[in-house]
């Protein structure tokens, strides 16, 4: 933990997302800025991160002078230029909309030095199209939490043709150390991968829901008690594996 204290990791959107984000960060040592256009969701924002940790008070051992500590790492600004002042990460969490993140990107690269990556979380838009007007786009990617990041374990990875070597292998060596597995998505793709796992599953609950083999109910009952037991533990392809040859 005490090796990361100096971090400083920079949120830009303070929503879900952002405040999930902090919470990860701050359980593991880092300090955390969050911008966010509107500045009244830092009540909303330091209420969940409150209620997150509620989760960890056991497992992380916390006390109330561990959590004070906590939570004297986090900061909010109204202003991004402060915000990302000293940051040695930048991850953005911003509403779904292109538009807005082309512009919140290029904001950003213009008020960090230029090697400060620049990841952004959503959950859809290749980073080539995000960083179109960012200055030197090569440290920008994708970064895919799970919702929320800190009980999903993961995140994905997915660089552009241009995204540099260094910016990954920065972004990998982060997530490991707030212990999430870093999935590398190989190039770009609309969706990504989790989102495409979970919708092709979705696709045939609603045709057999549609062709009346089963109902919702039970399609749900046998996810959170057989498939989802069983991939916990096991993924599809090692569940191949297992199965008799021939
Ligand atoms: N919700 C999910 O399940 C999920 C999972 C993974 C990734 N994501 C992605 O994370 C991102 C954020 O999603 P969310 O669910 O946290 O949304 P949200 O609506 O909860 O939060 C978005 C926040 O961004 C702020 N904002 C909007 N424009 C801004 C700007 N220009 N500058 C600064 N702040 C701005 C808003 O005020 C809001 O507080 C999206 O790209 C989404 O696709 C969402």
Same mark, same amino acid.
């Given at each position: 933990?005490?090796?990361?204290?100096?971090?400083?990791?920079?949120?830009?959107?303070?929503? *879900?997302?952002?405040?999930?984000?902090?919470?990860?960060?701050?359980?593991?040592?880092?300090?955390?800025?969050?911008?966010?256009?509107? !500045? =009244?969701?830092?009540?909303?924002? +330091?209420?969940?991160?409150?209620?997150?940790?509620?989760?960890? %008070?056991?497992?992380?051992?916390?006390?109330?002078?561990?959590?004070? *500590?906590?939570?004297?790492?986090?900061?909010?600004? +109204?202003?991004?230029?402060?915000?990302?002042?000293?940051?040695?990460?930048?991850?953005?969490?911003?509403? =779904?909309?292109?538009?807005?993140?082309?512009?919140?990107?290029?904001?950003?690269?213009?008020?960090?030095?230029?090697?400060?990556?620049?990841?952004?979380?959503?959950?859809?838009?290749?980073?080539?199209?995000?960083?179109? @007007? %960012?200055?030197? +786009?090569?440290?920008?990617?994708?970064?895919?939490?799970?919702?929320?990041? !800190?009980?999903?374990?993961?995140?994905?990875?997915?660089?552009?043709?241009?995204?540099?070597?260094?910016?990954?292998?920065?972004? @990998?060596?982060?997530?490991?150390?707030?212990?999430?597995?870093?999935?590398?998505?190989?190039? =770009?793709?609309?969706?990504?991968?989790?989102?495409?796992?979970?919708?092709?599953?979705?696709?045939?609950? !609603?045709?057999?829901?549609?062709?009346?083999?089963?109902?919702?109910?039970?399609?749900?009952?046998?996810? %959170?008690?057989?498939?989802?037991?069983?991939?916990?533990?096991?993924?599809?392809?090692? %569940?191949?594996?297992?199965?008799?040859?021939?």
């Amino acid at each position: 933990m005490i090796k990361n204290s100096k971090k400083l990791i920079t949120i830009v959107g303070g929503g *879900n997302i952002g405040s999930s984000w902090a919470l990860v960060f701050l359980l593991h040592g880092y300090r955390v800025s969050i911008y966010d256009k509107n !500045y =009244e969701v830092q009540s909303k924002s +330091k209420k969940s991160i409150k209620r997150g940790l509620n989760l960890f %008070t056991e497992s992380n051992n916390l006390d109330s002078k561990k959590i004070k *500590n906590i939570l004297s790492r986090i900061n909010y600004f +109204k202003d991004l230029k402060e915000a990302l002042y000293d940051t040695k990460y930048v991850i953005e969490a911003i509403n =779904e909309n292109l538009k807005d993140k082309i512009n919140v990107f290029k904001d950003i690269s213009q008020n960090v030095d230029k090697d400060i990556v620049i990841a952004s979380s959503s959950s859809f838009i290749p980073i080539s199209k995000i960083s179109e @007007k %960012t200055i030197n +786009k090569c440290r920008c990617l994708n970064l895919h939490p799970g919702n929320p990041p !800190y009980l999903l374990k993961f995140a994905e990875i997915v660089p552009s043709t241009y995204t540099s070597k260094k910016a990954l292998d920065q972004t @990998k060596s982060l997530l490991k150390s707030i212990k999430l597995h870093p999935i590398i998505l190989k190039k =770009e793709i609309d969706g990504f991968v989790f989102n495409r796992l979970q919708g092709a599953l979705l696709k045939e609950a !609603y045709s057999l829901i549609n062709d009346d083999i089963v109902s919702a109910s039970d399609i749900d009952l046998l996810v %959170t008690n057989g498939l989802g037991l069983r991939w916990a533990v096991l993924g599809p392809f090692e %569940t191949i594996d297992l199965n008799t040859k021939g």
